[in-house]
């Protein structure tokens, strides 16, 4: 996978927008860029995340009580923490700020838990085409997209079927410079199909892909990142 951006976005979704924010502004101190129309119904709050984006997605109607997807844990490096300081937003979502260079974190990792190890490695490896890098200190895998971590590590509890829908973290996102092309290279190394690519007006062209667990992973063409949004010809 060629990346646009060399590195992970992530994202939730919440029916209280202001609580959320106050956390993630006042508590985690990110900076708000903007605020993004969807749909109707639907609009997303932007921060900067060490050069991610922390999209928080105010939806106006009632979420549904899902379970937990396998994304599991946030973890930002930050200077001045020496030792790891765990929280949890009013969504539940668990984030820690962590000293640099815990488990290879320089900027942010995002911890998964996953039924089948072998299955994600191959797909992380094969479908995303990333790369290795050296196990956790707990021994969990971890992968790296640019520089945002991927840790790995088997989870009894993790879903088998994840939704999209519901509290807590729900997806990540890749942003690449050919959607279409990424698109076809996942299904073709056992990614799971949620959406086929879409232009969304001139922001973007985006498609939806899950892995071994159904966990969902937005590929996204910026126009902003990469140009033209026009589909291969």
């Not at 807590?168 to 199909?193: K, P």
Request: charged fraction near 25%; proline fraction near 8%; glycine fraction near 10%.
């Amino acid at each position: 996978m060629k990346l646009a951006k060399p590195r992970i976005d992530i994202g939730f979704a919440t029916n209280d927008a202001p609580a959320a924010l106050a956390f993630w502004q006042n508590e985690i101190g990110l900076p708000f860029d903007h605020t993004q129309p969807i749909r109707r119904g639907y609009k997303q709050h932007r921060h900067d995340l060490c050069g991610s984006i922390l999209k928080i997605n105010q939806v106006y109607e009632t979420l549904p009580d899902n379970p937990p997807s396998g994304y599991r844990e946030l973890l930002i490096a930050r200077e001045g923490v020496t030792v790891r300081r765990p929280m949890c937003d009013p969504e539940g979502n668990r984030v820690s700020l962590v000293p640099p260079g815990t488990s290879g974190i320089e900027r942010i990792g995002i911890r998964l838990g996953v039924r089948d190890v072998e299955a994600h490695r191959r797909f992380y490896t094969e479908a995303l085409g990333l790369p290795q890098g050296e196990p956790a200190p707990d021994g969990a895998l971890t992968f790296l997209a640019g520089d945002t971590v991927l840790i790995v590590a088997h989870a009894a509890d993790a879903p088998s079927d994840a939704a999209f829908d519901g509290h807590g973290w729900r997806y990540i996102t890749f942003q690449v410079f050919e959607v279409d092309r990424e698109h076809v290279h996942v299904l073709a190394h056992g990614g799971r199909e949620a959406r086929a690519p879409v232009t969304l007006g001139t922001t973007a062209r985006i498609s939806m892909v899950r892995d071994p667990d159904g966990n969902w992973i937005e590929l996204s063409q910026r126009a902003s990142l990469t140009g033209s949004l026009a589909p291969p010809a």
